[in-house]
């Protein structure tokens, strides 16, 4: 069984920041990509940031600039330092694994319950 655990979601005011971390914990033989996804009210749930286990990186246009994603191999946690935030950036945020573990011999999503992040104007 594999579980991904986010933290540090809230409230903030436009222009401040926040620090979401994700966890991932299990039975892990490895992590390929790992990523940060968000759903705002009524809308479908869009890719924020992705990083694979070799650093490279992809950012959705409208979070360039102002987030960081960032991962920690040894420890299977990303985070995604935000930064700049706007009142459109609310959303409840999700953090995604493609995981082996041990099932299967391709990689499984594996996706976290979701952070809320809350911009005020």
């Known amino acids: 069984q594999v579980q991904l655990v986010e933290s540090g979601g809230g409230l903030v005011q436009a222009g401040g920041s926040l620090r979401l971390s994700c966890a991932a914990s299990g039975r892990i033989f490895r992590i390929d990509d790992m990523g940060w996804y968000r759903r705002a009210p009524g809308k479908q749930r869009d890719l924020v940031a992705k990083i694979t286990s070799g650093g490279r990186i992809n950012y959705v246009d409208s979070v360039k600039g102002r987030f960081t994603i960032s991962r920690d191999n040894a420890k299977n946690m990303v985070y995604l330092q935000m930064n700049s935030l706007k009142p459109e950036d609310t959303a409840v945020y999700y953090c995604?694994?493609?995981?082996?573990?041990?099932?299967?011999?391709?990689?499984?999503?594996?996706w976290g319950q979701g952070t809320q992040v809350t911009v005020s104007s």
């Open positions: 995604n694994g493609e995981i082996y573990d041990g099932a299967a011999l391709t990689p499984r999503d594996y």
